[in-house]
């Protein structure tokens, strides 16, 4: 099993800039296919980002798409995702997820507890 911990969420403007970490405990991070997912208020949880296990393959959803990057190091069993030109639609928890598969998808089964990013107009 692997446990995820989100963080450096916070309140920045519109065009600004957020960097948010996911920490995994244990020695098997690098097993794991990893991305982000967010959750705005009254709606449904979706995709934004996913990288597979040894960071060569990234994908991401449109509505991020050259705005986000999301990156990974194994060594320190540690996902990122580097927000850019934030808007205030952006606003969101933002929940990083694991799987053994190739890919996260909303079925996966490992979740952290959520950080929320809100973007003020």
């Known amino acids: 099993q692997v446990q995820l911990v989100e963080s450096g969420g916070g309140v920045v403007q519109a065009g600004g800039s957020l960097r948010l970490s996911c920490a995994a405990s244990g020695r098997t991070f690098s097993t794991y296919a990893m991305g982000w997912f967010r959750q705005a208020p009254g709606k449904e949880r979706t995709f934004v980002a996913a990288?597979?296990?040894?960071?060569?393959?990234?994908v991401y959803a449109g509505s991020v798409k050259g705005r986000f990057t999301i990156s990974r190091d194994n060594a320190k069993n540690t996902l990122y995702l580097q927000m850019n030109s934030l808007k205030p639609e952006d606003t969101a928890v933002y929940y990083c997820?694991?799987?053994?598969?190739?890919?996260?998808?909303?079925?996966?089964?490992?979740w952290g507890q959520g950080t929320q990013g809100t973007v003020s107009s």
């Open positions: 997820a694991a799987d053994r598969g190739l890919v996260v998808t909303s079925r996966s089964d490992y």
């Open positions: 990288i597979t296990r040894s960071g060569g393959n990234t």
